[in-house]
């Protein structure tokens, strides 16, 4: 799963900005290219460590964590519009949804299921459900008396029950003018409809086409009958029944190739009719129904869905969260600048260069993640730093000296609140200084967290898209 | 009549100092990148000599010449592209003073233009001359010793690290070089065949490097590793996965499981004469396929297996039978990895209409689903067979920030691997490799015989000492193969005519190599240069010894470069010099030309995208 965070282009500008800049200083590009590399190498086994202090542990136990990092990542779209009531209503479901998904009782190995999620527009957000089992939309007239509790006998085809016979080939078929092919075929097809319904066969879905008169036969039977399911449902539905599809016409269908599904029942969300299927037993597979006011911001929400569904995911692998708010970006810069200060002769030494080179590679390095927080500010107001555990605050454009000192309220990440009574300017000038982990168990907890995985990744590409636009020696303009 | 135009010395030489300009940015150890942007907003950022010629648009047909046989030299080689067009040019304007200067010193050429362009292609001749008579015996005599061979047993320590170093070096940004040559050592070894010689398995690499590699972007290039057994770039078409089960069974298909009755074109006839009988139904046939396939199945569950692989996308019914069985199915799987998976495997490939049999099964310690880059990919290990012990099969994952950069991290590693392949180029096919090279930087040249090639050889005055260079023969880096041979050849003052000697004007090209990886420093040139003259006058102290016991002294920090490739660069260069400077005279048909350059475009676009022709 490659995905930049959108944090990924500000570094990546900003650092060879800042190295341009840094070349008026005379730091040469291959030399600022190591230094990148070197401070990069810092951050990520810095945010490896078991004490550092920007990263959070996700505890399963719980959910907070969870819906805090889901939550940041639904704040993290405006474009869907979304009221801080109906943020938490989506973030929950998206717990909801993620925890659904794992199963609970298998040992080995374990297989995810699967979230299926279907879009109604013009219903308001906070219609949105989750749903466990599949919901399908469907056009044909559904008998509500169908529905029932009891366990109904499926049977799922892969292959189209038009009678087209596709199988037998490119080539053309002539037949006597007394002898009618069709026919032939719809009696195969209605041998077939018969045997489902010897079968006890209730719910017939297919893939692909059936044909009318097959319907008609199946429906006068009692039989449900859904078709053009489309691919993308055949998986789901085949692990919630607990079958496999079935495609040939001709042989006696086993057995074994029939599944169960339970409680059927109709569904209405604004002009969208569907059905939903149940699985008898677990089944780790679940619908979420995803409501918008218009097409666009449905279209945003779904994608902010599925990056929710990604990076909850990415916990499985990874179980840390890092701070958000820009405190991990302003922490980091710091840790780097204290760390750099500290062992500048040797590693200046190894990177052939001069200690004050390194420090200026440094020190555009650190000015780099700054930028990063300092973004974060939109309502022109400035960014400040503490200078204890160099956690990122902002300051409102009107707010005055007096106002800072009596206390910012909280960081960024919402994990310290005024503990500092000194701060720095994000564009300023400070002494280095190395960031204090915070001390014991405060009962605060983080108020936005970014992912881990996505963001150390991120990082890593930024430095080193930034390091290939350093080495660009010459730019060819083709004009044709 | 189309306007026709001589092509002077000076035009020729310009065209090429076009392209030194561009190429010198990437030259070298202090080289970088060259972004192009077209005005689609496509950029593009290399640093491969190759690939940024062939991404210019060349308007005039001789520097498409020049840059064909760029192309075509590190296509064999996979090396130095970039040191090409230097050498060219310098050695074009080498042969353009010294016709220029011609006329205050030389009585037989007099001072027009015609003498001038006469000159031009004397000394092309007597450099070809030259080079493909006695170079190979400069070389051997002159370089080599200074040099030493590295065995393969040597290959994971320091020396063939270095060599592969320096070549990323030339290639990559400096960042990834010592990851990359880690990584393709790595590789190497993995891929060592214990018994025979490094030549062939190198030569396997290279032949099936396109399945042998999965590109994925988007992740830092610290990511790319090394992934046991094969990768099959398609996914599952079943939804189940193959079983816990172990060994894992697996039979390839070439072919359809179920019979396809009708191919295109035949014509099948129902009900005509008889009656309507049950033979007589198209019914009749659908079941008869379905029932052949039902037989494959089960003949695929009697022997126990539970993968199959198929080169072309089965029937619905197959699928779901397939399914039903509890046998995995992986269809469209792309021919080059199916060959692989062929010869690592050992198995014979089902076709149509032939009966499974136990030689049709193989068997793989596991095969598993695996996600590189958002694709979800089926990953299959070989299980430890007579055939396989030999080697350690593994796939290559490589990782970049954009798709641009992980292709050119890839290009580099696969020219790695041919340049190592032509190091180690076994000792009796020199000769036929060597020709094999002039033939090939011939075809793309508009007219030139071959034959001074083999006729020089033929009057060689001492007999047939062919070109015998010990497989896996390296020198230090750093310009000490140019130093070295440029101080060995001949150096009469001057010929009967009062012109320079073509060997002089060679060794002054080969100078201009080291001149130019110094070209921050002309203090560093000097140096080198000093210090090599001064090994060369005082053998006792050979600095090859130094490199044997892994000292790292100061040459040695140039890293290593092969000597077969940069014999062969100086053959592929001198043959497109004289190839360019045999042409008298462009002739501009409208027609033609349009049918050429389009005929260039898609020659160069066809030949990176395919890797595995040559």
Known sequence: MSRVEKKAPSVCTDLPLNNAEARRHELRESLAIKVNKHCLSLCTSYLQRDDCACRVKIDFSSSQNLMTLAGSIISSKPACLLTEAEKLHISTMAVRAFLQTIPCSSPGPVTLGQTVTVTVRGLPVLDSAMFPGLLVETHDDFNQTDSSSE??????????????????????????????????????????????????????????????????????????????????????????????????????????????????????????????????????????????RNETMLDELKVVWRKTEDVLRLTLKEPSALLGGGCTETHLSAYVKHKGQQEASETAAGLRCSPAEFLLGVKVFCRSLDMVARSLEHDGGSSAMDLNHAHHWTVSANASEEDMAGGLGLCGCGLVENSSTEWTFLNTEYAEFCPAPLLGDSCRKPTVLDSFTAKVNALQVAVETANLALDVRYVIKDVN | MPPSERLPLEQVLEIVSALEAVVLRSFGPEGGQVLFTRDTGQAMLSRSGTCILSALHLEHPLARVVVESVWKHSRGTGDGSKTFILLLASLLRGISKATSRGPSASHAYGFTEAAKAAAAPYFANKLLELVSSDLDDLIAVNVVPYGFCVSLEDFTTHSGRLLLASFFHTRVSHVHCSYLSELTCEMLNRWKYKSDLPYISFQFLSDNFPALHTPVSGFPVSSSRLIEGQVIHRDFATPCLPSKQQPVKVVVFTDYMQPILLSTGDVLKLGYGGGVTPESSIVHFSAWTERS??????????????????????????????????????????????????????????????????????????????????????????????????????????????????????????????????????????????????????????????????????????????????????????????????????????????????????????????????????????????????????????????????????????????????????????????????????????????????????????????????
């Open chain 2, 293 to 614: 396939l039902e037989s494959v199945i089960a003949e695929l569950q009697s022997l126990g297996v539970s993968l199959l692989l198929s080169a072309v996308k089965q029937s619905d019914a197959a699928v779901a039978l397939a399914t039903q069985a509890h046998m995995s199915l992986v269809e469209c799987v792309s021919e080059e990895e199916l060959s692989l998976f062929v010869q690592l495997s050992g198995v014979t490939p089902v076709s149509r209409g032939c009966t499974i049999q136990l030689e049709h099964v193989a068997a793989l310690s596991f095969c598993r689903p695996i996600l590189l880059g958002g694709h979800r990919y089926v990953q299959v290990a070989f299980c430890e067979s007579p055939k396989s012990s030999k080697v350690n099969p593994c796939s290559l994952v490589i990782c970049g920030p954009g798709e641009g950069q992980t292709d050119q991290y890839i290009c580099a590693i696969r020219d790695a691997v041919c340049m190592l392949m032509t190091t180690w180029e076994p000792k009796h096919t020199s000769e036929t490799t060597a020709s094999r090279g002039t033939l090939q930087s011939d075809k793309g040249t508009a007219s030139l015989d071959m034959t001074p090639t083999f006729q020089s050889t033929a009057n060689k005055p001492y007999g047939l000492k062919k070109c015998v260079f010990e497989p896996g023969c390296v020198i230090p880096a750093g310009g000490t193969f140019e130093f070295l041979l440029s101080r060995a050849l001949p150096n009469p003052s001057s010929d009967t005519n009062g012109l320079p000697s073509v060997s002089q004007l060679l060794a002054n090209a080969l100078l201009s190599v080291p001149r130019q990886i110094y070209s921050h420093s002309p203090k560093l040139f000097l140096q080198a240069q000093t210090r090599i003259m001064s090994l060369v006058q005082n053998p006792s102290n050979p600095f090859s010894l130094g490199l044997k016991e892994s000292t790292p002294g100061p040459m040695v920090d140039l890293g290593l470069e092969s000597v077969t490739c940069k014999y062969q660069l100086i053959l592929a260069v001198v043959q497109c010099a004289t190839s360019v400077l045999r042409v008298d005279t462009v002739l501009h048909t409208r027609t033609a030309l349009h049918t050429q350059s389009k005929k260039h475009t898609i020659f160069s676009r066809a030949s990176t995208e395919d890797e595995a022709e040559d």
């Open chain 1, 151 to 292: 366990l109904l006998r499926t049977v799922l085809f892969s292959t189209s029950l038009a009678g087209d016979l596709a199988e037998l080939g490119d080539g053309t078929i002539e037949a006597d003018p007394n002898l009618d092919t069709d026919l032939q075929i719809l009696d195969q097809l209605l041998e077939l409809g018969k045997q489902l319904v010897e079968d006890e066969v209730r719910l017939c879905v297919c893939q692909k086409v059936i044909h009318p008169v097959l319907q008609q036969y199946l429906r006068s039977h009692g039989v449900v009958v859904m078709e053009r399911l489309g691919m993308a449902l055949m998986e789901p539905l085949g692990t919630l029944a607990g079958t496999q599809p079935v495609a040939t016409l001709h042989a006696r269908i086993p057995s074994t190739a029939y599944g169960r599904v339970k409680n059927l029942s109709t569904k209405q969300f604004g002009f969208k009719t569907m059905l939903h299927l149940q699985a008898d037993g677990e089944a780790a597979v679940c619908t979420a129904v995803l409501c918008h």
